[in-house]
T-cell receptor, first 117, second 112 residues
């Protein structure tokens, strides 16, 4: 399978615990995005990377959230001291940028569904 | 007011019907418009990608963008039960390194 993969697919944790999710983008894609989706809502942007550089962060991304993309390949999203309001589907997407020309399409992974008890 | 508004439905149609899904938006700077399909408990899957105003057709799917009205549509012809999913519109300001702004999604059921 050459699509975007995410691990784990499901995570149940207790309030106050830390969790970490992983995303493996499509191999030649240089951009990687994280979104959060709650029930009945569309995905909401959290942050994105171009190669290993984190270029944009949403104000939704509180200081309990941190994302990394070492070496510009896979990415991790960590949530510290989880709260019940963090329960959501966390989606990763990747794309290939040709600079200012050509279309850039974001391809999504299957998501990690987080439940904080 | 949200950047992108989409009627959540649910929408239920008989097999073979023409389905019309719509989104409105408030920011005239949006230039790129996408439709994604999302099956239950799966990630969104890209259906259509259009730039600026006009129509784009791909098989049974047609995407329309009317920038003057800030209104986009997705038409599905000869709908099939396998089309039953949530349809999300998304848009961005440019085609490079920009977040996508999504609607809430419209839940569609096609009844055999």
């Amino acid at each position: 399978d050459t699509g975007v993969s995410q691990d784990p697919r499901h995570k149940i944790t207790k309030r106050g615990q830390n969790v970490t999710f992983r995303c493996d983008p499509i191999s030649e894609h240089n951009r990687l995005y994280w979104y959060r989706q709650t029930l009945g809502q569309g995905p909401e942007f959290l942050t994105y990377f171009q190669n290993e550089a984190q270029l944009e962060k949403s104000r939704l991304l509180s200081d309990r959230f941190s994302a990394e993309r070492p070496k510009g390949s896979f990415s991790t999203l960590e949530i510290q001291r989880t709260e019940q309001g963090d329960s959501a589907m966390y989606l990763c997407a990747s794309s290939f940028s040709r600079g200012r020309t050509g279309q850039e399409t974001q391809y999504f992974g299957p998501g990690t569904r987080l439940l904080v008890l | 007011q949200k950047e992108v508004e989409q009627d959540p439905g649910p929408l239920s149609v008989p097999e073979g019907a023409i389905v019309s899904l719509n989104c409105t938006y408030s920011n005239s700077a949006f230039q790129y418009f996408m439709w994604y399909r999302q099956y239950s408990r799966k990630g969104p899957e890209l259906l259509m990608y259009t730039y600026s105003s006009g129509n784009k057709e791909d098989g049974r799917f047609t995407a329309q963008v009317d920038k003057s009205s800030k209104y986009i549509s997705l038409f599905i012809r000869d709908s099939q039960p396998s089309d039953s999913a949530t349809y999300l519109c998304a848009m961005s300001f440019s085609n490079t390194g920009n977040q996508f702004y999504f609607g809430t999604g419209t839940s569609l059921t096609v009844i055999p």
